[in-house]
């Protein structure tokens, strides 16, 4: 792992013929330790989120309820973010990873204590903002903690391996979560939550005891105090690299403006005219779309021209959203939804190569830090843009909510091609930028 620091045009590209093993990468038993993990803590963190909110509309019937949900998470994340990335370049990355989800475990069973006891929904909201505040150091270690398991050239590779991961456990979980309160619920259980939070307190266990036997490549030389000016490094080495700057603004935007999803249940009602289980297809569609890419990636050598097709990944998620936004057909609407997921796919892909291949290993989790903090806050709030407008625009020109759902969604497309157009020209390192293996 050379030159881990060095622009894309000091770097030595290697051959362009190359034997293409896609599994090659999963013989790395450290890294295979590693997503199985992974795979299943965000299994039963996906159940869990299903779960929570089940349980407090049904206790509270109010939709607030749901929304402080969000918020609770959140504010740990701003709080945080930044102690949180210092602590990961600072001391042992895989034992921040290991007490983290044992944190998160732990709240999971207060969780199921709570349902168990019905005990009041504060207490909820307490536990959600301990798990919220451990996922806070837990990113940025986690995501530092992937380059140490695998060679420069692999890195690729196994981001889209995780990232399949993950959205194999997004597609799945929200079922599975729902199936289980489903069974508990028609068993007669008092509290059908419960055992969902606390199988997610065991997912999170097992994949504490897989992370334990991954092998430590870490090496941290001088620790730094936790002053201003290193809290700080990690804003100040993304605004000094225009390709890493250039990517997290894409994406940071991209996702601000062209998030659909916020407003699924008015378009599965209102426009498309379908009921629970359409919503329920239309909402599978993105990681369903998602994994795909994710395996078509994982079968095909590493792209060549990483930028540009980055770049092209995040214009046709704005042309899929602007189509999707006026359609009316539900298997069209689908479609279009399936390739928003596909190609944000890519762009997740390249960002989080570009990122931590681009920085050095002493900064990563600062860097790492500062990314999960503008994608994060950008997810909260483009759900937050979705409904604004849809609420706002819809009634202004005399028309209906469903009305103002057409311009939310169009207009977050459009402005979601005017920000390619935008880094395209401020930032022409990404257009250039080759292979993502290069190295």
């Not at 929200?174 to 939550?193: D, E, K």
């Not at 600062?366 to 706002?392: D, K, M, P, Q």
Request: aromatic share 10%; with cysteine; net charge positive.
């Amino acid at each position: 792992m050379t030159n881990l620091g060095a622009s894309p045009e000091e770097v030595e590209a290697p051959p362009l013929a190359r034997v293409n093993d896609p599994y090659a990468v999963l013989r790395n038993q450290d890294l295979l330790l590693y997503l199985v993990g992974r795979f299943a803590s965000s299994l039963g963190q996906q159940m869990l989120t299903v779960a929570v909110g089940w349980e407090l509309y049904e206790r509270t019937h109010s939709a607030m309820a749901l929304g402080l949900v969000g918020l609770t998470q959140m504010i740990p994340m701003v709080l945080f973010t930044l102690p949180a990335g210092h602590v990961a370049d600072n001391y042992n990355r895989k034992r921040i990873i290991v007490l983290m989800t044992l944190v998160i475990a732990c709240a999971s069973l207060g969780l199921a204590l709570i349902s168990a006891m019905r005990a009041g929904v504060f207490w909820i909201y307490f536990c959600l903002f301990v798990a919220g505040t451990a996922r806070t150091f837990h990113w940025p270690a986690s995501s530092a903690f992937l380059p140490q398991l695998v060679s420069r050239r692999e890195f690729s590779r196994a981001v889209t391996w995780s990232s399949g991961s993950f959205q194999l456990s997004s597609a799945l979980g929200p079922a599975a979560g729902c199936g289980l309160i489903a069974l508990m619920h028609h068993a007669g259980f008092v509290a059908p939550a419960a055992p969902v939070y606390a199988l997610n307190a065991a997912l999170g266990l097992f994949c504490l005891a897989l992370i334990s036997f991954v092998r430590q490549h870490q090496t941290i030389t001088v620790k730094e105090k936790m002053t201003l000016r290193n809290l700080i490094v990690g804003f100040k080495f993304v605004f000094a690299s225009p390709v890493i700057l250039g990517t997290i603004t894409l994406d940071l935007f991209a996702v601000l403006l062209g998030g659909a999803t916020a407003l699924l249940p008015v378009y599965a009602k209102e426009i498309l005219n379908t009921g629970p289980t359409g919503l329920g297809f239309l909402q599978a569609s993105l990681p369903t779309g998602s994994l795909l890419c994710a395996l078509i990636l994982a079968h095909r050598p590493p792209l060549q021209k990483a930028g540009r097709e980055l770049l092209w990944a995040v214009a046709a998620f704005g042309l899929s959203t602007i189509v999707f936004g006026v359609c009316k057909w539900f298997w069209l609407s689908f479609l279009m939804l399936f390739v928003c997921g596909a190609v944000d796919n890519i762009s997740v892909v390249v960002r989080h190569t570009l990122v931590q291949l681009l920085t050095p290993d002493e900064k990563r989790g600062r860097v790492s830090a500062v990314n999960s903090l503008f994608i994060g806050t950008s997810n909260e709030l483009g759900g937050f843009e979705s409904g604004s407008v849809a609420h706002w625009f819809g009634p202004a020109i005399g028309n209906t909510i469903s009305t103002g759902a057409v311009i939310s969604v169009v207009s977050g497309g459009i402005g979601t091609l005017v920000v390619v157009l935008a880094v395209a020209l401020i930032w022409p390192q990404i257009r250039r930028y080759g292979r993502l293996d290069a190295g």
